[in-house]
């Protein structure tokens, strides 16, 4: 076992994780073992290797099962890279737990990519946004294969923070106001289909709107620097994300002195385990 790596004596699986299907009973251990490395400093900092060693399995097992958790929204896995863009540390947040963490870090980054190239499947692109748009407009059309069963949920979401407009409305809108449109709407639905819409209570219309307005003049005063926004879409969802979740986990603003990447990977662009 790593000196530097404290373990406390109690873990912690919430209900939430103890019985839920979907999770591997060595997930769910894993999970617990997470909030055990986390009392210390609000976050585990173990590397892929210390767990291997400790269940007895492959790096890459354990790799599968971090990334597992984080697509549940149980953990929140952030990358910190030096100004080489080196990766000199990864850090672990817990989501779901009754007991409060110490982070001070953002949920939104610079760089909204996952690392492992199997999860760049999961970026927002314009053509996911358009045929869910298609569908708004265009109510006899089929809601898109990704929020299959979620459309009830979707539309009354949509509804509650109006955002449901005719092509009649969309005509006489400028561009500017139909992408802001467009991204706030996928971004709803996206959080259904996570399962944090529930959480949607803690924002009206208006400050969903101003939270687009405000990564927008992010992505201008990001602009060609090393912290430009690759994918605004993207980025706007993971703001919106971190507002919701924020009490539970990191929030929303990017600090100044340190490049953090979130993601729910383990590995980098040539596969370096950390």
């Given at each position: 076992m790593?000196?530097?790596?404290?373990?406390n004596y109690y873990a912690i699986i919430p209900a939430?994780?103890?019985?839920?299907?979907?999770?591997?009973?060595?997930?769910?251990?894993?999970?617990?073992?997470?909030?055990a490395l986390s009392n210390a400093k609000g976050y585990c900092f173990a590397k892929n290797k210390y767990f291997a060693d400790l269940y007895n399995v492959s790096i890459s097992t354990i790799s599968?099962?971090?990334?597992?958790?984080?697509?549940?929204?149980?953990?929140?896995?952030?990358?910190?890279?030096?100004?080489?863009?080196?990766i000199i540390e990864r850090r672990i947040f817990i989501l779901d737990t009754p007991y409060t963490q110490n982070n001070q870090y953002p949920y939104v980054q610079n760089s909204t990519y996952p690392i492992r190239k199997?999860?760049?499947d999961n970026i927002i692109n314009n053509n996911m946004i358009d045929s869910l748009f298609?569908?708004?407009?265009?109510?006899e059309k089929k809601i898109p294969t990704e929020f299959e069963n979620l459309e009830i949920q979707i539309i009354d979401v949509l509804e509650k923070y109006e955002m449901l407009y005719t092509q009649e409305v969309i005509k006489y809108m400028q561009p500017a106001n139909i992408e802001k449109i467009k991204i706030i709407s996928y971004s709803l639905a996206l959080?259904?289909?996570e399962n944090v819409g529930y959480l949607l209570y803690k924002m009206n219309r208006e400050q969903i709107i101003s939270l687009y307005d405000e990564c927008k003049l992010r992505e201008q005063e990001y602009k060609n620097t090393d912290k430009e926004i690759q994918s605004f879409p993207n980025y706007y969802y993971?703001?919106?994300?971190?507002?919701?979740l924020k009490g539970r986990g990191p929030?929303?603003?990017?600090?100044?002195?340190?490049?953090?990447?979130?993601?729910?990977?383990e590995e980098d662009e040539e596969g370096e385990e950390i």
């Open positions: 790593n000196e530097d790596i404290q373990v939430g994780v103890r019985y839920n299907r979907e999770l591997k009973f060595a997930e769910r251990l894993l999970y617990g073992e997470i909030t599968r099962w971090i990334s597992h958790l984080a697509e549940l929204n149980y953990i929140n896995v952030e990358l910190i890279r030096n100004e080489n863009k080196e199997k999860s760049k298609n569908f708004i407009i265009n109510k959080a259904i289909k993971k703001s919106l994300k971190g507002q919701l929030s929303f603003f990017v600090p100044k002195n340190e490049n953090i990447e979130n993601t729910s990977s």
